[in-house]
């Protein structure tokens, strides 16, 4: 069987029910009629049963949804349904019925009105019970579905933590002996080499946010921890061009205390650092960070050389990953947008915190 024969199967499958028990429910209430009443014409029985069949779809399907939104309307379709029911009943079982096997009934308006509003509101009930039903079942099935989309969404982001640990672990060579070896050679730089040293304690303090952030059972971090990230890298860039390079950062003060997912601005502003110009006063690097009511704002520009330096496709592969951790952690919370404005590169992100 295909999935489209499987699926089809399974779309019909509540109208075969349905059928099956208007029929159980048609057979029932003829052969009571039967036992009870001989003389009845089956004409007149079953064209009255297709009426509160379509009744009781219309008031199952229609009608009642609106109790969710206008109680009054409700009960204002009700009773035009009643009256519209009462109308086809008639019109069946007299001028038809008398037309069809040539008689004359005769027309009681009582009985008729007790008999045909004892079918009408027998059938409401049931609808309304249907109704009740189809609904509470939609809800569960609404919570279900919120509950594994919740579930999919924590497996995630275990799945998106536990493969940055594995890629930080399989990019170190024992970070421990890495740290002492860093420290013997700032401690033997530091009279030789200030700026050396510098440079060693700099790397030391990046390498060990990086662990740390990434081994840490909190997924947030306070963004005066990302800053303080951010200025190491900086320092470490004009070490490496003596002081020679063109960075503005800015930031609110008010926002140190925003918790952010570690990590995640620093390839973007490598990048700037990896493809832009760096060594023109007039064409800086700007990184900005500003907030505004409940959202985040990150802003970082680089201006294009015109001989543009060869795209690494690793880069490629750190932005799509930083885009992918946004949207598991913050999903419709966030904006981004990259683009090309003249000589400029500007790739920003917008944060609802």
Request: with cysteine; charged share 20%.
């Given at each position: 069987?295909s999935?489209?024969?499987?699926l ?20 029932l ?5 039967y ?82 509003g ?22 569960l ?29 399989k ?50 971090v ?7 990230h ?61 907030i ?16 543009p ?5 690793s ?39």
């Amino acid at each position: 069987m295909s999935i489209d024969e499987f699926l089809m199967k399974k779309q019909f499958e509540p109208i075969k029910v349905q059928l099956i028990l208007w029929t159980l429910y048609f057979l029932l209430k003829l052969v009571l009629l039967y036992i009870l009443e001989s003389d009845f014409y089956f004409v007149d029985f079953f064209l009255s049963h297709v009426l509160l069949a379509l009744v009781f779809y219309i008031n199952s399907a229609h009608v009642l949804n609106y109790c969710k939104v206008n109680l009054f309307k409700t009960v204002y379709l009700s009773i035009a349904c009643l009256a519209l029911y009462l109308i086809m009943r008639y019109l069946i079982k007299i001028p038809f019925i008398n037309f069809l096997y040539g008689i004359k009934q005769g027309f009681q308006l009582k009985l008729f009105l007790i008999e045909s509003g004892y079918l009408y509101f027998q059938l409401y009930l049931v609808s309304f019970g249907y109704w009740t039903i189809k609904r509470s079942a939609g809800i569960l099935q609404k919570v279900e579905k919120e509950k594994s989309e919740i579930l999919i969404e924590k497996q995630s982001k275990e799945i998106l933590t536990a493969r940055m640990e594995l890629d930080f672990l399989k990019a170190q060579i024992n970070p421990h002996f890495l740290y002492n070896t860093l420290s013997f050679l700032y401690g033997k730089s530091v009279n030789n080499s200030p700026e050396l040293a510098e440079a060693i304690y700099l790397l030391s303090n990046i390498m060990r946010y990086s662990l740390s952030t990434t081994e840490g059972e909190n997924h947030y971090v306070r963004l005066s921890k990302e800053l303080e990230h951010i200025e190491n890298l900086i320092k470490i860039y004009k070490i490496r061009f003596n002081n020679q390079i063109h960075v503005k950062l800015s930031y609110d003060p008010l926002l140190k205390n925003v918790e952010v997912i570690p990590l995640i601005f620093i390839t973007v502003i490598e990048n700037a650092f990896k493809y832009g110009i760096l060594h023109d006063p007039n064409k800086p690097i700007a990184i900005s960070f500003k907030i505004e009511e409940n959202y985040l704002y990150f802003t970082c520009i680089n201006h294009v050389p015109v001989t543009p330096r060869k795209y690494n496709e690793s880069s490629g592969i750190g932005l799509k990953n930083t885009i992918r951790r946004l949207t598991i952690y913050y999903k419709d919370r966030f904006e981004h947008k990259n683009y090309v404005d003249g000589d400029r590169y500007i790739f920003e992100v917008l944060l609802r915190i």
